[in-house]
């Protein structure tokens, strides 16, 4: 269950350092650990002129991938959703977001350096605050990674299907998270999130409630029970709509 918390302040709050800390501590403990940083100007791009990867760029590939011996490097000629993103990266035990103050539902920490810039920028999602103060808020300097680590391991649920399927004893995934931030509730305490069956829609994740999963892998593998070499722990299954 990937885990995402986001460092969100005004420009030169010291974000990237955070990020930093936080990348460098989770690894140390043995998270597998993803980052996505959230560019503004328009017209950005991570390639650079003349070089091949440009070139193939610019000829019409969507997309190009540069394969060297320490590192692959995907780009692709597009615009995305945060969502979208995230979801390619499930793999990963946590995720930390550099900006997109607009995060709505994520756990966040807050880079400020004035009160009146942190209440701005604090929400109901924010779980600590990094140079500024308030009340009732927990809050860290910059050399204080370890303890920021600490609290990031505890309180940040995961990523949540926003079903509302209410198994979880909250009325909403919403109310769940906030529960979790408070540290009222623990983090894998999602039944969904245990999923026997997941299911993919065109590339887009579909969230199934408990019910809807052990009735679809009920019947599932009872009409597979018959074939040979069907049977084992792990199946997958692929439907195509219409053949050919």
Same mark, same amino acid.
């Given at each position: 269950?990937?885990?995402?918390?986001?460092?969100?302040?005004?420009?030169? +709050?010291?974000? +990237?350092?955070?990020?930093?800390?936080?990348?460098?501590?989770?690894?140390?403990?043995?998270?597998?650990?993803? +980052?996505?940083? @959230?560019?503004?100007?328009?017209?950005?791009?991570?390639?650079?002129?003349?070089?091949?990867?440009?070139?193939?760029?610019?000829?019409?590939?969507?997309?190009?991938?540069?394969?060297?011996?320490?590192?692959?490097?995907?780009?692709?000629?597009?615009?995305?959703?945060?969502?979208?993103?995230?979801?390619?990266?499930?793999?990963?035990?946590?995720?930390?977001?550099?900006?997109?103050?607009?995060?709505?539902?994520?756990?966040?920490?807050?880079?400020?350096?004035?009160?009146?810039?942190?209440?701005?920028?604090?929400?109901?999602?924010?779980?600590?605050?990094?140079?500024?103060?308030?009340?009732?808020?927990?809050?860290?300097?910059?050399?204080?990674?370890?303890?920021?680590?600490?609290?990031?391991?505890?309180?940040?649920?995961?990523?949540?299907?926003?079903?509302?399927?209410? @198994?979880?004893?909250?009325?909403?995934?919403?109310?769940?998270?906030?529960?979790?931030?408070?540290?009222?509730?623990?983090?894998?305490?999602?039944?969904?999130?245990?999923?026997?069956? +997941?299911?993919?829609?065109?590339?887009?994740?579909?969230?199934?409630?408990?019910?809807?999963?052990?009735?679809?892998?009920?019947?599932?593998?009872?009409?597979?029970?018959?074939?040979?070499?069907?049977?084992?722990?792990?199946?997958?299954?692929?439907?195509?709509?219409?053949?050919?």
């Amino acid at each position: 269950m990937v885990r995402v918390v986001a460092v969100v302040g005004y420009r030169g +709050t010291g974000k +990237t350092k955070i990020v930093e800390g936080l990348v460098r501590e989770l690894s140390k403990r043995g998270h597998r650990v993803a +980052t996505v940083k @959230h560019v503004v100007e328009r017209g950005f791009s991570i390639d650079r002129p003349d070089k091949d990867t440009w070139r193939h760029a610019r000829a019409g590939a969507r997309v190009v991938v540069s394969l060297a011996p320490r590192e692959l490097a995907t780009i692709e000629r597009r615009a995305a959703k945060l969502g979208e993103v995230l979801h390619g990266l499930e793999r990963s035990d946590f995720v930390i977001i550099e900006g997109f103050k607009g995060t709505g539902d994520l756990a966040k920490i807050v880079a400020a350096r004035s009160g009146a810039d942190l209440r701005k920028l604090a929400d109901e999602f924010t779980i600590a605050s990094v140079g500024a103060k308030k009340a009732g808020l927990p809050a860290f300097e910059l050399k204080q990674m370890k303890g920021l680590t600490n609290l990031v391991e505890r309180r940040v649920p995961p990523v949540l299907p926003e079903i509302d399927c209410e @198994h979880c004893g909250y009325k909403s995934c919403r109310e769940f998270a906030l529960a979790v931030l408070a540290g009222k509730r623990r983090g894998d305490g999602c039944p969904t999130l245990r999923e026997r069956v +997941t299911l993919t829609v065109d590339g887009r994740r579909v969230f199934l409630n408990p019910f809807m999963q052990n009735m679809m892998a009920g019947a599932i593998v009872g009409m597979l029970s018959s074939l040979k070499g069907a049977k084992g722990e792990r199946i997958e299954l692929k439907v195509v709509k219409r053949a050919g």
